[in-house]
């Protein structure tokens, strides 16, 4: 998870994994975009979560934070208020899974090929998983996830990842560790492009670092010139600009 492990930044490499984001130059002045969110974290403090209690909103906020951390490259998930963004996800018909498949029989040691497997949504999915590496800290460090170094908290973070930190020892017979950080970083690089009528992606701020127009209805004429810096600033579906 460290730029020092991969030897490229955290940031370009989140932001390529994603396919249509990729092929957008980072061209965009850092110092502007900053300049466009000046109280992003002060406002983010004055956020109530309607779903995560509050020690499970702090370590989605330290998670977030270490996944793609404020740095030279640009703002960092809590800039972009990713932590609202996914708080806001768990209470959509998507968080509660109420258009997905839960009937059993239930298989969660299959295959991905076969689809969801676990035998309960992504609300219980995240409430788990975060229990689980909070009781791992605690046994391990003596500390919650979210009190942790920001160095141990990427090392915390890059053993889920690797799937070894081992669940079922905590009592968990369906989720591993490995999954839940799919998910959690799938969600952090959701909230840090999408919309910002969704929760994250503050300010569009996210979006002038990448340079992307964002919802304008026209730009036709600009898309045979390269190497050109797009001289507009991101459009939200609502038409706020920045």
């Avoid at 992504?122 to 170094?149: E, H, M, S, W």
């Avoid at 919309?195 to 026209?218: H, T």
Wanted: glycine share 8%; hydrophobic share 40%.
């Amino acid at each position: 998870m460290t730029e020092e492990k991969t030897g490229i930044g955290r940031r370009p490499f989140i932001l390529g994994s994603l396919i249509g984001i990729a092929s957008l130059g980072m061209k965009c002045g850092v110092s502007s975009v900053f300049a466009a969110v000046p109280d992003a974290k002060e406002a983010l403090s004055h956020y109530q979560p309607e779903f995560f209690t509050h020690d499970e909103w702090q370590f989605i906020m330290a998670a977030c934070d270490r996944i793609i951390p404020t740095d030279h490259e640009g703002p960092g998930a809590l800039d972009t208020h990713v932590p609202v963004f996914i708080d806001k996800q768990m209470l959509t018909p998507y968080g509660k899974g109420d258009d997905w498949y839960m009937s059993a029989p239930f298989n969660s040691k299959a295959s991905k090929l076969f689809g969801y497997q676990m035998p309960f949504n992504l609300q219980v999915l995240y409430r788990k998983g975060i229990a689980l590496t909070n009781q791992y800290c605690r046994i391990t460090f003596n500390q919650a996830f979210c009190d942790l170094p920001a160095k141990v908290r990427d090392d915390v973070l890059t053993r889920l990842e690797q799937n070894s930190v081992n669940f079922a020892e905590y009592g968990e017979a369906d989720l591993n560790a490995g999954y839940f950080f799919t998910r959690l970083l799938e969600n952090t690089k959701e909230g840090y492009l999408a919309d910002p009528q969704y929760g994250g992606n503050f300010n569009m701020a996210a979006w002038k670092m990448i340079n992307f127009p964002g919802a304008r209805a026209s730009y036709p004429q600009w898309i045979k010139i390269h190497n050109v810096k797009y001289p507009l600033g991101p459009v939200a579906l609502n038409g706020d600009t920045a």
